[in-house]
Nanobody
Framework: QLHLVESGGGLVQPGGSLRLSCADS?????????VKWYRQSPGEQRELVAG???????DYAHFARDRITISRDPAKKTVYLKMDNLTPEDTTAYYC?????????WGQGTQVTVSP
């Protein structure tokens, strides 16, 4: 069973970049899982940011295209979310989700704050 842990969030100035990481706390490989990043602000619905299929496919929310990249490092058993040109509208908690068949798992989230 997975226990996903996100990291890499923090405070960044507008126009800056962050790279979020998602990995299992017991170093289980995520290679066979579909892994997606979501974000959610208090009182709002969770929304998809980007997804990475086990076969290498990727998909992105409309607001993520051209400035957000999802990638995998199989050796490190980690899925990354690289975010560039951040704006205050990107301020929220970001969550990692892994799915394999009927099994799905969420991480606890990492906070991203974009502010001067």
């Amino acid at each position: 069973q997975l226990h996903l842990v996100e990291s890499g969030g923090g405070l960044v100035q507008p126009g800056g970049s962050l790279r979020l990481s998602c990995a299992d706390s017991k170093a289980t490989s995520l290679s066979f899982y579909t892994v997606k990043w979501y974000r959610q602000s208090p009182g709002e619905q969770r929304e998809l940011v980007a997804g990475s299929g086990s076969g290498g496919s990727t998909d992105y929310a409309h607001f993520a295209r051209d400035r957000i990249t999802i990638s995998r490092d199989p050796a490190k058993k980690t899925v990354y979310l690289k975010m560039d040109n951040l704006t205050p509208e990107d301020t929220t908690a970001y969550y990692c989700n892994a799915v394999l068949g009927d099994f799905h798992c969420w991480g606890q989230g990492t906070q991203v704050t974009v502010s001067p």
